[in-house]
Protein backbone atom coordinates (compact mmCIF):
# COMPACT_ATOMS: atom_id res chain seq x y z
CA UNK A 1 0.00 0.00 0.00
CA UNK A 2 2.86 2.52 0.79
CA UNK A 3 4.43 1.88 -2.24
CA UNK A 4 2.28 3.81 -4.59
CA UNK A 5 0.06 1.20 -6.00
CA UNK A 6 -3.83 2.12 -6.07
CA UNK A 7 -6.13 -0.25 -3.78
CA UNK A 8 -9.17 -0.56 -5.40
CA UNK A 9 -11.14 0.16 -1.80
CA UNK A 10 -9.73 3.14 -1.45
CA UNK A 11 -9.96 4.98 -4.73
CA UNK A 12 -6.49 6.98 -4.52
CA UNK A 13 -3.16 5.75 -3.79
CA UNK A 14 -1.71 6.88 -0.83
CA UNK A 15 1.02 9.22 -2.07
CA UNK A 16 -1.54 10.76 -4.38
CA UNK A 17 -2.70 12.92 -1.09
CA UNK A 18 0.70 14.09 -0.43
CA UNK A 19 1.72 15.21 -3.42
CA UNK A 20 1.32 18.53 -5.07
CA UNK A 21 -0.81 18.83 -7.65
CA UNK A 22 0.80 20.84 -10.56
CA UNK A 23 -0.74 23.35 -12.31
CA UNK A 24 -1.17 23.40 -16.56
CA UNK A 25 0.96 25.16 -18.13
CA UNK A 26 4.48 27.11 -17.23
CA UNK A 27 4.96 29.45 -14.41
CA UNK A 28 5.38 32.56 -15.71
CA UNK A 29 7.23 34.93 -13.60
CA UNK A 30 9.45 37.77 -14.87
CA UNK A 31 11.63 40.90 -13.41
CA UNK A 32 13.84 43.61 -13.51
CA UNK A 33 16.61 45.08 -11.24
CA UNK A 34 15.96 47.72 -9.03
CA UNK A 35 18.64 50.23 -6.98
CA UNK A 36 19.99 47.42 -4.80
CA UNK A 37 17.97 45.11 -5.44
CA UNK A 38 15.15 43.02 -7.61
CA UNK A 39 11.44 43.25 -8.40
CA UNK A 40 10.00 39.60 -9.39
CA UNK A 41 6.23 39.72 -11.16
CA UNK A 42 3.77 36.81 -11.84
CA UNK A 43 0.67 36.97 -13.56
CA UNK A 44 -1.17 38.12 -10.14
CA UNK A 45 1.51 39.24 -7.65
CA UNK A 46 4.94 41.18 -7.73
CA UNK A 47 7.23 41.56 -4.82
CA UNK A 48 10.36 43.71 -4.32
CA UNK A 49 13.44 43.17 -2.35
CA UNK A 50 15.81 45.58 -1.96
CA UNK A 51 18.82 46.15 0.82
CA UNK A 52 19.47 48.98 2.61
CA UNK A 53 22.55 51.25 2.96
CA UNK A 54 22.50 49.01 6.89
CA UNK A 55 22.26 45.73 5.12
CA UNK A 56 18.94 44.92 5.93
CA UNK A 57 17.01 43.30 3.31
CA UNK A 58 13.22 44.86 2.86
CA UNK A 59 10.77 42.96 1.14
CA UNK A 60 7.49 44.25 -0.09
CA UNK A 61 5.06 41.96 -1.65
CA UNK A 62 1.26 43.24 -3.03
CA UNK A 63 -1.51 41.79 -5.67
CA UNK A 64 -1.47 43.12 -9.11
CA UNK A 65 -5.21 44.35 -10.26
CA UNK A 66 -6.06 42.82 -13.59
CA UNK A 67 -8.40 44.91 -16.40
CA UNK A 68 -11.12 43.17 -17.04
CA UNK A 69 -10.31 40.45 -20.02
CA UNK A 70 -14.41 40.80 -20.74
CA UNK A 71 -14.04 44.27 -22.23
CA UNK A 72 -14.85 45.01 -25.54
CA UNK A 73 -11.33 46.60 -26.18
CA UNK A 74 -9.00 43.57 -25.60
CA UNK A 75 -10.33 41.70 -28.76
CA UNK A 76 -7.90 43.70 -30.31
CA UNK A 77 -4.47 43.07 -30.36
CA UNK A 78 -3.13 46.88 -30.53
CA UNK A 79 -4.64 48.16 -27.56
CA UNK A 80 -3.93 44.64 -25.39
CA UNK A 81 -0.25 45.46 -26.22
CA UNK A 82 -0.67 49.36 -25.43
CA UNK A 83 -2.26 48.66 -22.34
CA UNK A 84 0.39 45.92 -21.66
CA UNK A 85 3.50 48.17 -21.62
CA UNK A 86 1.75 51.38 -20.03
CA UNK A 87 0.80 49.13 -17.10
CA UNK A 88 4.76 47.29 -17.56
CA UNK A 89 6.28 50.44 -17.31
CA UNK A 90 3.90 51.99 -14.42
CA UNK A 91 4.71 48.70 -12.65
CA UNK A 92 8.88 49.17 -13.33
CA UNK A 93 8.23 53.39 -12.08
CA UNK A 94 7.27 52.09 -8.97
CA UNK A 95 9.75 49.50 -8.14
CA UNK A 96 12.53 51.97 -8.88
CA UNK A 97 10.95 54.36 -6.92
CA UNK A 98 10.32 51.91 -3.84
CA UNK A 99 13.98 51.22 -4.17
CA UNK A 100 15.58 54.79 -4.68
CA UNK A 101 13.85 55.44 -1.24
CA UNK A 102 14.99 52.19 0.27
CA UNK A 103 18.12 53.23 -0.96
CA UNK A 104 18.77 56.85 0.83
CA UNK A 105 19.87 56.88 4.56
CA UNK A 106 17.10 57.94 6.90
CA UNK A 107 17.31 61.71 8.25
CA UNK A 108 18.06 61.21 12.21
CA UNK A 109 16.39 64.40 13.95
CA UNK A 110 13.97 65.13 11.27
Known sequence: M???RRNPSQGRSLWSWFTPKKE???????????IEGVMMRS?????IAVRKPD???VVKKEGLKFF???NFFFKFPL???IIALISALALGIRALHFSANQA????EGK
Open 2 to 4: LDG
Open 24 to 34: EGPIRVGGQAV
Open 43 to 47: PHSMA
Open 55 to 57: GEI
Open 68 to 70: SEK
Open 79 to 81: VRG
Open 104 to 107: LPEE
